[in-house]
């Protein structure tokens, strides 16, 4: 540690520090109004699609998780896991993390989560999720607030998970489709959830998938130039994916009301 000796030292040193710790409060005081401002954001979401959920026929959704890489290098997992940031590495953003799904292979970024409702393709959520976090835990606490408003959803395989489906049917009434994973058909339970996942109509209904959330998450990423995150830091991309949601459910109820395609 330096030791400084002279009042003008002293005096300099305090007022570093000062100027440090002011520093780092306004950062941690931007964030607080970042947090507070998604929250609000995210809020105005859930009242729009709970609207488009009170339309006849708005009883199946489609979600997904998107991601996005992160803004300034990739911190390679084994460093990142051990908080090791190498010399000369700037710019990082320590708050993403790793991910990977087969279309896109592994992702150091942001996620955000995606809920689409089928009939109209109106977006119902484009919210941040950390991108390591598991869909099916994320999607429970998005389909809380609309139990009775929706029976269905669409997810892909790696939210295939036997308790969770049997869970939400008997509390919620709400049925979860997803692909199966192979090899896994070994106890009773599984072996009816199968069953009923591969039944010919949830097999049709689950095909909607790809023309509701799918393509909607590729326009986005086209109209907000998405293929890497704007900004660093889950506080401000949590924000700016709250506030991208509100943008497009705004010109999708346009659009509903006129009578024109969403």
């Known amino acids: 540690m330096w030791a400084f000796t002279g009042s003008a030292r002293d005096s300099g040193k305090s007022s570093g520090g000062r100027r440090s ?5 306004q950062k941690v005081g931007d964030e607080r109004v970042y947090k507070k401002s998604a929250f609000s954001l995210e809020q105005v979401q859930d009242i729009l699609i709970k609207f488009f959920h009170r339309t006849p026929g708005e009883e ?6 998107m991601m996005l890489h992160a803004r300034g290098p990739v911190w390679h997992r084994q460093q990142q896991q051990h908080g090791i940031i190498p010399a000369g590495l700037h710019g990082l953003d320590t708050d993403a993390t790793w991910s990977d799904r087969k279309s896109d292979g592994w992702v150091y970024g942001h996620g955000t989560f995606w809920r689409v409702a089928c009939k109209h393709g109106l977006v119902g959520t484009c919210k941040w999720r950390r991108n390591s976090g598991y869909e099916a835990k994320r999607l429970g606490l998005e389909t ?6 929706m029976t269905t959803v669409l997810m892909d395989r790696k939210a295939d998970d036997q308790a969770w489906f049997f869970e939400r ?5 709400i049925r979860l489709l997803t692909p199966t994973r192979k090899g896994q058909d070994k106890s009773p339970k599984r072996t009816r959830l199968i069953k ?5 109509k949830n097999t049709r209904r689950y095909q909607q998938r790809s023309y509701t959330v799918e393509p909607m998450q590729g326009l ?8 890497m995150c704007w900004m660093r830091g889950h506080a401000n991309n949590r924000w700016r994916f709250a506030a991208m949601g509100v943008v497009v459910q705004m010109h999708q109820y346009r659009a509903w009301t006129e009578g024109r395609s969403t």
């Open 21 to 25: 710790k002011h520093l780092r409060s």
């Open 60 to 65: 199946v959704v489609s979600a997904d998780k």
């Open 144 to 149: 809380g607030q609309l139990t009775g408003l």
């Open 169 to 173: 049917q008997r509390q919620r009434h």
């Open 196 to 200: 009923v996942l591969q039944k010919h």
């Open 220 to 227: 986005v990423k086209d109209i907000f130039e998405l293929e």
